[in-house]
């Protein structure tokens, strides 16, 4: 009895003993309230018109267009207005309207709260500085009469589908501004 007893305990003891870890999982994400998913929605739609921005102005002369692109994960966006370059404070001026229909975009990421999936649809408006420099900071003001977002958030990914007004505000990193009235802000 004694040796099995003895037995027992070495085998209860014995990943601890030989030097080996035992494997914790991952601390579980804290639940996302609808603050937080909104915060996930708004950077979702301005990481979204970057990507558009990229597609269709990026590395283009200074001037006015009007541009369209199949968004990566589908849908489609058109580009129109003007972009100006400022070289010496490594800065662009752009005055731009984006019409999004279902332009899907996906991140995924450690942090709960920079996960997205989502399918973007309305007209989105653009005006200000984006910065390419730390001597300029972005300074932008966005806006649109009705925006819809479908798709989820987070990490376990949360439903997320609104269709209402969004007003935004980009200084630097800061991202603030109501959606469907509701006051949010995020840093990028």
Do not use: H, W
Not at 107 to 133: L, P, R
Request: with cysteine; net charge negative; charged share 20%.
């Amino acid at each position: 009895m004694r040796r099995v007893l003895l037995f027992m305990l070495a085998l209860a003891a014995g990943p601890a003993c030989d030097g080996a870890s035992a494997v914790t999982p991952p601390p579980e994400a804290p639940p996302c309230d609808d603050e937080c998913k909104d915060e996930i929605a708004v950077r979702a739609v301005r990481e979204t018109v970057k990507l558009a921005f990229n597609l269709t102005f990026q590395g283009k002369p200074v001037g006015e267009y009007d541009l369209a692109a199949k968004c990566p994960q589908g849908g489609a966006v058109r580009v129109t207005g003007s972009a100006t370059s400022n070289a010496i404070q490594g800065a662009t001026e752009v005055r731009i309207v984006y019409q999004l229909e279902e332009c899907a975009y996906l991140s995924k990421d450690e942090d709960a709260d920079e996960n997205y999936e989502t399918k973007i649809t309305g007209v989105f408006t653009q005006e200000g500085v984006m910065a390419v420099q730390p001597t300029s900071p972005t300074a932008l003001i966005m806006a649109s009469p009705s925006l819809k977002i479908e798709g989820s958030v987070y990490d376990p990914p949360s439903p997320y589908n609104v269709e209402c007004p969004l007003q935004l505000g980009q200084t630097g990193n800061a991202l603030s501004g109501k959606i469907c009235g509701r006051n949010v802000e995020t840093d990028l």
